[in-house]
């Protein structure tokens, strides 16, 4: 969808990429796939910063997340932290 808005709108750095892509012989369903591949690079790469910027900071003097809070970072993604409970689990029996 952002691609294609994009690509509708002269000016935009989209469609210029696009037109550069045609220009170097792309087919235009090619180019418009490099256009979609390259905006979700984009997207992704300034997912990650956000993540790394929010990650949790070990120097008290730095501002960051509020004590207590956690996040562990798994597959590149930042994820609550997962465990056990404190509490222990009903005994089947008793019900």
Same mark, same amino acid.
Do not use: F, Q
């Given at each position: 969808m952002a %691609?294609?808005?994009q690509i509708s709108h002269h000016g935009t750095a989209g469609r210029t990429y696009y037109q550069r892509? @045609?220009?170097?012989? =792309? %087919?235009?369903?090619s180019a418009l796939r490099a256009l979609k591949r390259k905006i979700s690079d984009a997207l992704? %790469?300034? =997912? @990650? %910063?956000d993540a790394r910027r929010a990650a949790p900071t070990t120097d008290p003097g730095r501002p960051g997340r509020a004590d207590g809070e956690r996040l562990c970072i798994q597959r590149d993604r930042l994820t609550p932290p997962t465990g056990s409970s404190d509490k222990p689990l009903p005994d089947h029996d008793q019900l």
């Open positions: %691609a294609v808005s892509k @045609i220009d170097e012989g =792309m %087919a235009p369903k992704y %790469a300034r =997912m @990650i %910063a």
